[in-house]
């Protein structure tokens, strides 16, 4: 239960920063993997998307979105997401993520 009010205030925290500064991607990304981890994935993937659309190079923004998409059951949209991925990370060589793991999906 602490933990719960823990997360739930850091994404108040972060949501009152976010409105100080509505283009810091980092803050998008961190509220995107608290409402994935807690299982909001709507609010996930505008973060994601956010994300992504900011630094479309970024493979873990798109990992992420994938991810978030699947959780909403939009299965067509995260493999587009992941074949998007794949093509990416294959076109540009980004360290630290195999594109593999996208090709898996």
Same mark, same amino acid.
């Given at each position: !239960? %602490?933990e719960?009010d @823990?997360?739930?205030?850091?994404i108040?925290?972060m949501?009152?920063? !976010?409105?100080?500064?509505p283009d810091?991607?980092? *803050?998008?990304?961190? *509220?995107?993997? &608290?409402f994935?981890?807690?299982?909001? =994935?709507?609010l996930?993937?505008?973060? =994601?998307?956010r994300?992504?659309?900011? #630094? /479309?190079? #970024? /493979?873990e =923004?798109?990992a #992420?979105l994938? !991810?978030? *998409? @699947? +959780?909403? +059951? &939009?299965?067509?949209?995260?493999?587009?997401?992941?074949? #998007?991925?794949?093509e990416?990370t294959t076109?540009s060589?980004? /360290?630290g =993520?195999? /594109?593999a793991?996208a090709? %898996? %999906?």
């Amino acid at each position: !239960l %602490r933990e719960l009010d @823990e997360t739930s205030e850091a994404i108040r925290v972060m949501q009152q920063a !976010l409105a100080l500064k509505p283009d810091y991607v980092d *803050l998008h990304y961190q *509220l995107g993997c &608290l409402f994935a981890d807690r299982s909001h =994935f709507e609010l996930a993937v505008e973060h =994601f998307e956010r994300c992504s659309q900011s #630094n /479309p190079q #970024n /493979p873990e =923004f798109t990992a #992420n979105l994938a !991810l978030a *998409l @699947e +959780g909403m +059951g &939009l299965v067509d949209k995260a493999a587009a997401t992941w074949q #998007n991925l794949q093509e990416t990370t294959t076109k540009s060589h980004q /360290p630290g =993520f195999e /594109p593999a793991t996208a090709s %898996r %999906r």
